[in-house]
């Protein structure tokens, strides 16, 4: 699926913001990063606390570093877009990941499993 914005600056506006708020409802919806908060924080929790000051800061530290890294990462996505429009970049970014892969599979056949 592909979308487009508008040409005109509201119509551009609305449109960012109408995706902005369908990715931030398919983030919150994910059972994965629900999963992730039950299963991994409790750990964290001090029982003689009071859970929802602590709760609240391990969640706007993790919002933190999610939103750096997927800020950096766009950012970096956008620096090299314009390279992998080519097909040769392309070429080499496929060739370059199956190499990648190929050497992985065989130093997992050269491992050796200590019981």
Same mark, same amino acid.
């Given at each position: ?6 040409? &005109?600056? %509201?119509? /551009? %506006?609305?449109? +960012?913001? =109408?995706?902005?708020? +369908? ?6 919806? &994910? ?11 409790? @750990?964290?929790?001090?029982?003689? !606390? #009071?859970? !929802?000051? @602590? *709760? #609240?800061?391990?969640?706007? /530290? ?8 997927? /800020?950096?990462? =766009?950012?970096?996505? =956008? ?6 429009? =080519?097909?040769? !970049?392309?070429?080499?970014? &496929? ?5 990648? *892969? ?8 050269? /491992?050796?499993?200590? !019981?």
């Amino acid at each position: 699926m592909r979308l487009r914005c508008r040409a &005109n600056a %509201e119509g /551009t %506006e609305t449109a +960012r913001r =109408s995706f902005f708020i +369908r990715g931030f409802l398919v983030g919150a919806s &994910n059972p994965k990063a629900l999963l992730f908060f039950a299963a991994f924080f409790p @750990q964290f929790l001090n029982p003689a !606390a #009071a859970f !929802a000051p @602590q *709760f #609240a800061i391990l969640a706007l /530290t993790f919002v933190a570093f999610e939103l750096s890294v997927l /800020t950096l990462c =766009s950012l970096g996505v =956008s620096r090299i877009a314009p390279l992998l429009r =080519s097909s040769k !970049a392309v070429r080499w970014v &496929n060739r370059v990941s199956g190499g990648l *892969f190929t050497l992985m599979g065989g130093l997992l056949l050269l /491992t050796r499993r200590h !019981a």
